[in-house]
């Protein structure tokens, strides 16, 4: 069987950062995109880019860039919901997270005219699974009291009309071995299906250097399903995200593709549902419509 590899990219225009840095960032972001896009498109590889839902509210740099986002969607990338405005959803109540989940999509709706089915959260976020010994002792350190973990998320998932969702977390025994010196690929599930979502679950290192391309060769070998992800203002940055490492990276990927040992893939590949059904347009409004409130 065949790897098959998820290539998400987390499009934040800046949102998340505050004064100078966040313009920085936004006019960095929407120059590596256009390059990214190009860079995919002449190798014929789908990506997943996880949009702030405020970036595509209008056309109005550095913060907002709906015809990038559209262009996504026409290039035939799945664009996927990374919040609103990038908020810690571990933080929020779940009222507010389900409203927030439903002003993203409407707004990737809009901009793109393809249903928006799949989530990634921004930072992470959260991270406490206590039914599979995830604690996320660090995040509750970090950021205070966690009113929302991955179960609350799905239910708020759910009701807001998504089937698929980027997870991040690790069991807590295992950190703590690590910690100890204990070396582990962890092999839990690669994919998981509860409360009617498809999880397609990250654990990979953030970026392209030798870690994730030892850890993409690993996967590879034993045909299962890899999740990396990498935001495209880095890719102009001296980071383990640099273009230096993504397109050797890519390279080894696109060669063990052209010989069958991947294939790319979208979330909405792994979503029997949402395969099964055409794929329906959403009539696009040239101008923006209100999106619901949170």
């Given at each position: 069987?065949?790897?098959?590899?998820?290539?998400?990219?987390?499009?934040?225009?800046?949102?998340?950062?505050?004064?100078?840095?966040?313009?920085?960032?936004?006019?960095?972001?929407?120059?590596?995109?256009?390059?990214l896009l190009d860079f995919l498109q002449a190798?014929?590889?789908?990506?997943?880019?996880?949009?702030?839902?405020?970036?595509?509210?209008?056309?109005?740099?550095?913060?907002?860039?709906?015809?990038?986002?559209?262009?996504?969607?026409?290039?035939?990338?799945?664009?996927?919901?990374?919040?609103?405005?990038?908020?810690?959803?571990?933080?929020?109540?779940?009222?507010?997270?389900?409203?927030?989940?439903?002003?993203?999509r409407f707004a990737l709706e809009q901009a793109t005219g393809n249903p928006v089915v799949s989530f990634a959260g921004p930072w992470n976020s959260p991270q406490r699974w206590l039914a599979r010994g995830a604690f996320a002792l660090g995040e509750k350190?970090?950021?205070?009291?966690?009113?929302?973990?991955?179960?609350?998320?799905?239910?708020?998932?759910?009701?807001?009309?998504?089937?698929?969702?980027r997870v991040y977390y690790q069991p807590t025994h295992l950190q703590v071995l690590r910690r100890m010196g204990w070396r582990s690929?962890?092999?839990?599930?690669?994919?998981?299906?509860?409360?009617?979502?498809?999880?397609?679950?990250?654990?990979?290192?953030?970026?392209?250097?030798?870690?994730s391309v030892r850890a993409f060769q690993a996967r590879i070998s034993a045909g299962r399903i890899g999740v990396v992800w990498g935001h495209p203002w880095r890719l102009l940055t001296d980071s383990p995200e640099a273009w230096r490492f993504f397109e050797p990276m890519m390279d080894r990927l696109c060669r063990a593709r052209d010989v069958g040992q991947l294939k790319f893939a979208t979330p909405r590949d792994f979503d029997s549902e949402a395969a099964r059904k055409p794929r329906q347009r959403i009539s696009r409004s040239d101008t923006f419509a209100s999106p619901p409130t949170v």
């Open positions: 069987m065949s790897a098959r590899v998820l290539l998400y990219w987390d499009y934040e225009l800046g949102f998340g950062y505050a004064g100078a840095e966040s313009r920085r960032i936004a006019e960095q972001e929407a120059l590596a995109t256009d390059r190798r014929g590889v789908p990506a997943t880019f996880a949009v702030v839902g405020a970036c595509a509210m209008l056309d109005g740099p550095p913060h907002h860039n709906r015809s990038q986002v559209a262009r996504m969607a026409e290039q035939g990338h799945e664009v996927a919901s990374h919040g609103w405005q990038h908020e810690r959803f571990s933080a929020l109540a779940p009222d507010r997270v389900e409203g927030i989940l439903r002003r993203s350190r970090r950021h205070g009291a966690l009113r929302t973990d991955i179960p609350v998320l799905l239910r708020c998932l759910r009701r807001a009309g998504y089937r698929t969702a690929d962890y092999r839990g599930p690669d994919v998981l299906h509860r409360n009617g979502l498809t999880l397609l679950r990250s654990d990979f290192p953030q970026g392209f250097d030798v870690p």
